[in-house]
């Protein structure tokens, strides 16, 4: 695991950008997985910037997103779907037709999980997977005592990720489903390369347990220490648990 302590989050930012820039330099026609919530926002944003300046084009790229709610109508504006297009990939130049998602609105979840995995291997697996954590150490919407050789499935959230995320829904716990539909921790250990950003003090338990903390599933993100290839990208306060 190689883990970056930049000044600011513009520069935790920068720095998961270059990855993807890299990656996208060598192999144009690259699979990325994308996280929603607020950590990659800035990353998004660099990208957004470097695709107007022509830096970068994601114009061969593929795209999966990592979860998604179970239950939002198709018009809800939390609805990873429409979160990740207004925060993503409609501000760079990538084929809507090649981003994908778990449907959260299946009629048949588990085969909804199970159509997924397969899209994913079909493609030829992920080549970078963006990454955020949660203050309880889950990745993607694996929370604690999920299994670490999990796929993509349907997981009850937790409290505290409910209460975390009421913030995208008014401050209304009520309104933040009880269900989700979440790649597994499995699934995104079999990407080749994976980048975590990290910013803030209310992360700093969480990344102290993913990068210095044993392998548990009590800290899912701690997984990744098993993975041959990521990068953590963390603003001071996010790193000052390190040792
Ligand atoms: C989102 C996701 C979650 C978030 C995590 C951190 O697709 O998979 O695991 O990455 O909840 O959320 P933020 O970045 O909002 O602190």
Redesign the pocket.
């Known amino acids: 695991m190689e883990v970056a302590i930049e000044g600011s989050p513009q520069q935790v930012a920068s720095l998961a950008a270059d990855a993807i820039e890299n990656l996208l330099t060598s192999r144009p026609d690259a699979v990325l997985g994308l ?6 926002i800035g990353i998004y944003d660099e990208l957004s910037r470097r695709v107007a300046a022509e830096r970068v084009s994601f114009k061969g790229a593929s795209a999966f ?3 998604e709610y179970v239950g939002l109508p198709a018009n809800h504006p939390q609805r ?1 779907r429409t979160v990740i297009e207004q925060v993503f990939t409609r501000k760079v130049d990538i084929d809507p037709s090649r981003v994908h998602g778990p449907d959260g609105n299946a009629a048949d979840l588990e085969a909804a999980c199970a159509a997924y995995e397969k899209a994913i291997r079909g493609i030829g697996g992920i080549d970078l997977q963006i ?5 309880d150490g ?4 694996n929370e604690p005592s999920s299994s670490l050789g999990s796929r993509t499935r349907i997981k009850t959230l937790t409290q505290q ?1 409910r209460l ?2 009421s913030r995208f829904f008014g401050d209304h716990l009520d309104a933040v489903p009880t269900h989700c539909l ?1 790649q597994g921790v499995g699934t995104i250990l079999e990407a080749r390369q994976i980048v975590v950003v990290a910013t803030g003090r209310a ?1 700093a338990e969480a990344v102290h347990q993913a990068v210095e903390g044993p392998v548990s599933a009590m800290w899912p993100a701690s997984a990744l220490q098993f993975h041959p290839r990521v990068l953590v990208v963390l603003d001071s306060a996010a790193a000052s648990r390190l040792q």
């Open positions: 996280a929603t919530g607020s950590s990659p997103t990592l979860d990873y990454l955020g954590i949660g203050t889950h990745i993607a919407f990720t975390d995320n979440t992360k």
